[in-house]
């Protein structure tokens, strides 16, 4: 299942990260190559501790500092990282986001979803949810909500290293 969600800048696309077959058909349906990768985003901490459990303190308390919100992470991807969602990359990216539909969502389903804009690739991101339908018709499941007021997509910083990858 594929869900369009607010998010706290744009409406969102994501589905269970492992469902190989959701993830190939979220990218199709977006027109993206599955070689990018995707966010794992949720609106519970808890839900990242299988991604995180092999980074020290300082590193946990450094990802805790700007979340919850829109802050994503890139971290070293461990075991538990799917392949179909590094994308041609050794890490992995990480958002505990605060908007409340998505810690709803995730809180129903009990885990991490994966998150990307809702669009085409290239194309500008739905920002509501008659822009989404407008879009991907009844491909997707559509959580109804206000985008929050972050003003666009979410900034990207790598943990180890400091660089901002999207500011």
Same mark, same amino acid.
């Given at each position: 299942m594929i869900y369009a969600y607010p998010c706290e800048g744009v409406y969102g696309l994501g589905c269970d990260p492992d469902s190989k077959k959701d993830v190939f058909k979220l990218c199709e349906l977006k027109k993206r190559s599955i070689d990018k990768g995707l966010i794992l985003i949720s609106g519970v901490f808890e839900h990242f501790e299988k991604y995180i459990n092999h980074l020290d303190k300082e590193d946990i308390d450094k990802l805790k500092r700007p979340w919850p919100g829109p802050h994503t992470w890139l971290v070293r991807a461990n075991e538990n990282v799917p392949e179909w969602i590094k994308g041609n990359s050794d890490l992995v990216a990480l958002r505990h986001s605060s908007h409340p539909e998505v810690i709803k969502l995730t809180?129903? !389903?009990?885990? @991490? +979803? &994966?998150? &990307? $804009?809702?669009? !085409? $690739? #290239?194309?500008?991101?739905?920002? $509501? /949810?008659? %822009? @989404? &339908?407008?879009?991907?018709?009844? %491909? @997707? &499941? +559509? =959580?109804?909500? *206000? !985008?929050? #007021?972050?003003?666009? /997509?979410?900034? =990207?910083? #790598? +943990? *180890?290293?400091? *660089?901002? !990858?999207?500011k």
């Amino acid at each position: 299942m594929i869900y369009a969600y607010p998010c706290e800048g744009v409406y969102g696309l994501g589905c269970d990260p492992d469902s190989k077959k959701d993830v190939f058909k979220l990218c199709e349906l977006k027109k993206r190559s599955i070689d990018k990768g995707l966010i794992l985003i949720s609106g519970v901490f808890e839900h990242f501790e299988k991604y995180i459990n092999h980074l020290d303190k300082e590193d946990i308390d450094k990802l805790k500092r700007p979340w919850p919100g829109p802050h994503t992470w890139l971290v070293r991807a461990n075991e538990n990282v799917p392949e179909w969602i590094k994308g041609n990359s050794d890490l992995v990216a990480l958002r505990h986001s605060s908007h409340p539909e998505v810690i709803k969502l995730t809180e129903k !389903i009990g885990k @991490v +979803l &994966t998150s &990307t $804009s809702a669009n !085409i $690739s #290239n194309d500008p991101p739905a920002m $509501s /949810a008659d %822009e @989404v &339908t407008k879009i991907f018709g009844n %491909e @997707v &499941t +559509l =959580i109804r909500g *206000e !985008i929050g #007021n972050f003003g666009g /997509a979410t900034p =990207i910083q #790598n +943990l *180890e290293t400091g *660089e901002w !990858i999207r500011k």
